[in-house]
């Protein structure tokens, strides 16, 4: 037994989310309570369940206008895309799950960034969408994410940072861990310019997103109920054999262990960051 | 094989970035990259068997050969000592040096005590706690690399295993001392480039660095952990992989067989390499080393347009 038998396999990504309880259970369907909505119903509440506070996932766009001000938000950097450094291919071809991934979610990568406005105060936003393959973070996640940083530092404005990832993304190997370092160095920089990052962790934020840029805010919300841990609960059981606790890894549980500033509700979530970036105003 | 032979006898293969490789040795290295442009796949994985094997060199086996007067610090002044990831104070090459580096057990019972190198987030701060020593008093930081990753566990994760992961990585981007970080074995996912974020990061030659596991990876992807040679062959963990990628800056040498074949040799290997990297960054000003620093990461990745 070199490492066979006592080695444990850290899963840095789980590219899918957790399952729901029974088989495909519709996107609109709530997974706490069984309630079933319209898209528009669901729109309206900001995706939160009106009869149990749910949460269910918000995509990167309509999370961006959920938060800022009408029309105040101006995309960067769209362009970018991923590239395939390892020409990687397990049951399909990354370029293919690339490709598929873009017409499914009409996105270019995991992340989008920009300028915006909160309540009238200007800021950066990187917005990151589970839609886009697992919301896994590669070059371009990270690329997207260092430039947002750049541009808060240069025009002297917070960077508020909203995540939602499975973790590194292993089609590109080792350069998708380069990113965890990539992305830290960037805040580094941001901070050494006196610019503050406020970071949002919402369902699920796990990996090495959690042990980059989500966990390096001056201030970590999450949405209640997300999970938010190094490794998926799945391979915790597994590699512990313990019955986890109930909260395993949730907001809630982070919370009470001193690793979030606060749990915001959906519906406070724009004036919460309204708030902190006049907190962080410089004047 | 024997041109590797040939090329571990004329010294240390030291691929430093930026050195100039003179003579035999450059037409060697030419000829050694060229055939190790593809390396198969199951040269690959023999890679990945070599930085799992059971005898070979742990971090501590290094230190007691490399440095002098070495004094171990424990524990991470705040809830326990994570024998996971050991740090210290010692003499390298007649200067005092700090040392981070995870730390596998031998038998069942250090193994079972070292948690198989796996750390938990005591472990990341104790090495923060180092680190910060390191930058009080200007000496170098070493760290060796050889996790198969962070303990997943309910504790970990309950006492922050990722924002720790994530702090460590930042107390490396912010120290002002010369930093040298190599992988001597497995450099397992976050739980690695927690103590690899540095000036010079070095992979001995048959060391794996890569962001998950093979057989996470083919446990995912393939759905079969039992498909982790394809996985490893798919993303490739090895060093001279690493090189061109320019995630590592240079490649220590082992004795032909592995390090495990004569640690004392891969010791000295080690060490040269350790102090020629040092001795490019020694004289570089504070400010303009973290600069630097920084700026080799910031150009990490492969980006496309549209």
Excluded at chain 2, 85 to 93: A, F, N, W
Aim: proline share 5%; glycine share 10%.
């Amino acid at each position: 037994m070199s490492s066979g038998q006592g080695r444990v396999d850290v899963e840095v990504e789980s590219k899918r989310p957790d399952e729901p309880a029974q088989g495909q259970a519709h996107p609109n369907t709530c997974p706490s309570c069984g309630s079933h909505y319209r898209d528009d119903e669901l729109e309206k509440t900001l995706r939160v369940c009106p009869q149990c506070g749910h949460h269910f996932r918000v995509r990167a766009r309509e999370r961006i206008e959920q938060i800022s001000d009408p029309g105040s938000f101006a995309e960067e950097d769209d362009s970018l895309r991923s590239s395939d450094p390892l020409g990687f291919f397990d049951l399909r071809p990354y370029t293919e799950r690339l490709a598929e991934a873009e017409v499914e979610t009409g996105m270019g990568d995991a992340i989008v960034c920009g300028s915006a406005a909160i309540e009238e105060m200007s800021c950066q936003l990187a917005v990151m969408d589970f839609a886009f393959m697992g919301g896994s973070m590669g070059s371009v996640v990270g690329e997207k994410f260092v430039r947002a940083c750049e541009r808060a530092a240069s025009v002297e404005v917070p960077l508020v940072s909203v995540s939602a990832s499975g973790g590194a993304r292993m089609q590109e190997g080792i350069l998708a861990l380069m990113q965890l370092p990539k992305t830290i160095c960037a805040i580094d920089e941001l901070h050494e310019s006196g610019g503050a990052l406020i970071s949002v962790l919402t369902h699920p934020t796990t990996g090495g997103v959690l042990a980059s840029f989500a966990s390096m805010g001056d201030v970590v919300l999450a949405e209640p109920g997300a999970l938010m841990s190094f490794a998926g609960p799945r391979v915790v059981a597994q590699t512990t054999r313990e019955k986890l606790p109930d909260d395993f890894g949730l907001a809630e549980s982070n919370l009470r262990f001193g690793h979030l500033d606060g749990i915001v509700p959906r519906d406070e979530l724009r004036p919460t960051l309204g708030r902190l970036l006049r907190l962080f105003a410089r004047s | 094989m024997r041109l590797r032979e040939r090329l571990s006898k004329l010294g240390a293969m030291k691929l430093l970035r930026g050195t100039k490789l003179t003579g035999e040795l450059a037409r060697l290295q030419d000829q050694l990259d060229h055939l190790r442009e593809e390396p198969s796949a199951e040269e690959i994985w023999q890679s990945v068997e070599l930085a799992r094997h059971a005898d070979r060199p742990y971090t501590l086996d290094y230190v007691e050969r490399i440095f002098e007067d070495f004094f171990e610090l424990h524990g991470d002044r705040g809830r326990a000592d994570d024998p996971a990831l050991v740090t210290g104070i010692g003499k390298l090459d007649g200067r005092t040096v700090v040392l981070v580096g995870h730390q596998k057990g031998r038998d069942l019972k250090e193994r079972t005590k070292r948690n198989f190198g796996m750390a938990y987030p005591e472990g990341y701060r104790k090495a923060m706690r180092a680190m910060a020593l390191a930058d009080r008093h200007g000496f170098p930081l070493v760290t060796m690399v050889d996790t198969p990753g962070a303990y997943p566990g309910v504790a970990a994760e309950q006492h922050g295993q990722g924002g720790a992961i994530a702090r460590s990585q930042a107390a490396m981007v912010r120290l002002s001392v010369p930093t040298v970080a190599c992988v001597i074995g497995e450099g397992g996912s976050g739980g690695a480039v927690a103590i690899a974020v540095a000036d010079r990061v070095l992979m001995q030659e048959n060391a794996i660095y890569s962001v998950i596991s093979p057989e996470g990876c083919a446990a995912i992807l393939w759905r079969d952990a039992g498909e982790a040679r394809k996985a490893a062959a798919a993303f490739r963990p090895d060093a001279v992989h690493c090189l061109e990628l320019g995630v590592v800056d240079g490649i220590v040498a082992e004795p032909i067989g592995g390090a495990h074949t004569d640690p004392d040799a891969a010791a000295k290997l080690l060490e040269e390499g350790v102090l020629a990297a040092l001795d490019e960054i020694d004289g570089l000003d504070p400010t303009e080393r973290k600069r630097q620093r920084r700026a080799k990461y910031r150009v990490m990745g492969v980006l496309a347009s549209v």
